[in-house]
C-alpha cells in the first residue's frame, strides 16, 4: 500500500476540546494518535526503525527484526513488517496485553513470552531475550526503540510540526507520556531548533525509574520503564508528572465520557496529570497533547471494574461519580 498526495502518511487529526475540564480561558488541543494505523503513535516510530534499516541495507525483505515491546510497538513492528515481506519477532513479558498480542499474531508476529524474571525487572529480561534470539538468528536485527536516534526522529519530524501547524503555531505546553522517551525527545529537539516557547511536560508512571523516579510494581503497559533507556539521558522535560494507575484509570474513564475518546492508560495518565496542573495555567493559555493509543485493547483492564477491584485493590467511581468529579479542582 503506498500513500497518496503530500500529506505525511501519519498525519492524525488534532482537535479542540471542550468537555473535558471547566477551564474557560485555555483551549486544550488534542493529538488522535489512536487513528494510527495499527493503533498508536508508535506507528510513526515503527516506519522510522524500520525504514533505517532498510534504507542502509541492513535489513531487506526476507529479513527478520526482533524487538523488546510491551504492546504498542510490537504491534505498529508488526504491521509494518508484514508490508515489507519482513518476519517479526515480539518480546514481551506478562504485563503485556493480551488484546495487543492478539494483534501481533493476526499480522503474522511470533511473540516470545518471557516470565519469571528473578529481579522483577521485565524490561531487562526482555532486552537479554533479544540479545539471545540476536544470536541464534544471524542476520536479524533489533530496532532498539530504547536507544535508537530514529525513534525521536519520527517525532522529531511528523509529530510536533504536525501539532504546530494545527495550532497554528502556538503552543504553551505539551502533555506527553513517557516509556523509551522518544516521543517527548522528539519534540524537545524540534521545540529547540525552532526556538519555540512551548514546555514539555512530561508524563510517567508511579514505579517507573524515568527522570529519577523510584522502581515499583506497575500493571498497566506503555507507560514508564523499569531501567533508564539511553535516549532518557538527552530528555529534559521542564516538568514531570507520576501517576499512580488507578489515576490512569479515572482519568481514561473521564475522557471517554467527557470527550467520547476511547483512549489507552498512558493518555489516561496525561489527563490526570494535566488536571493537576490546571490550576496554574495561565488563562490564555494553549495546552495539547497525545492520545497515545487507542483504548480498544484495555477493555478488559483500565475500562473493567472487576479487573482495577482485583490488580489495583481500589474501588472504581462509578459513572456517576466521575461524571460530578472535577479533574480540575486543588
Aim: aromatic letters at 4%; a negative charge.
Amino acid at each position: 500500500m503506498d500513500s497518496v498526495g503530500t500529506l505525511s502518511p501519519f498525519n492524525s487529526p488534532t482537535v479542540k476540546l471542550d468537555r473535558l475540564f471547566d477551564a474557560p480561558g485555555i483551549e486544550i488541543f488534542a493529538k488522535l494518535d489512536l487513528l494510527q494505523l495499527s493503533g498508536s503513535t508508535k506507528e510513526r516510530t515503527a516506519g522510522s526503525l524500520i525504514d533505517s534499516f532498510m534504507q542502509s541495507g541492513q535489513l531487506q525483505p526476507g529479513g527478520m527484526v526482533i524487538e523488546s515491546t510491551s504492546g504498542n510497538l510490537g504491534i505498529a513492528l508488526s504491521r509494518q513488517c508484514v508490508v515489507r515481506g519482513i518476519k517479526f519477532v515480539a518480546v514481551v513479558d506478562e504485563n503485556a496485553n493480551k488484546s495487543a498480542l492478539d494483534i501481533m499474531r493476526a499480522y503474522g508476529a511470533t511473540v516470545d513470552l518471557v516470565v519469571n524474571q528473578p529481579d522483577g525487572n521485565k524490561l531487562a529480561a526482555r532486552r537479554q531475550r533479544v540479545a539471545q534470539l540476536l544470536a541464534e538468528n544471524p542476520g536479524s536485527v533489533t530496532t532498539n526503540q530504547y536507544g535508537s536516534p530514529h525513534n525521536p526522529a519520527a517525532h522529531f519530524s511528523s509529530t510536533m510540526p504536525e501539532i504546530m501547524e494545527a495550532v497554528d503555531g502556538r503552543l504553551d505546553m505539551l502533555f506527553v507520556a513517557t516509556s523509551t522517551t522518544g516521543t517527548i525527545l522528539g519534540c524537545q529537539n524540534y521545540v529547540r531548533e525552532h526556538g519555540l516557547s512551548t514546555k514539555l511536560i512530561a508524563v510517567d508512571a508511579m514505579g517507573s525509574v524515568l527522570f529519577g523516579g523510584e522502581s515499583g510494581n506497575r500493571r498497566l503497559p506503555g507507560l514508564g520503564a523499569g531501567i533508564v533507556p539511553e535516549l532518557a539521558l538527552q530528555a529534559t522535560p521542564d516538568r514531570v508528572f507520576r501517576i499512580p494507575e488507578i489515576d490512569m484509570v479515572r482519568g481514561c474513564r473521564t475522557l471517554a465520557r467527557r470527550e467520547g475518546i476511547l483512549a489507552g492508560a498512558s493518555t489516561g495518565a496525561i489527563v490526570s496529570a494535566i488536571g493537576q496542573l490546571l490550576p496554574e495555567i495561565p488563562q490564555g493559555s494553549r495546552i495539547a497533547f497525545l492520545v497515545h493509543d487507542s483504548g480498544v485493547p484495555y477493555l478488559h483492564s483500565v475500562y473493567n471494574d472487576d479487573w482495577v477491584r482485583e490488580q489495583l485493590g481500589e474501588e472504581p467511581d462509578s459513572v456517576e461519580a466521575l461524571q460530578r468529579e472535577e479533574l480540575s479542582a486543588p
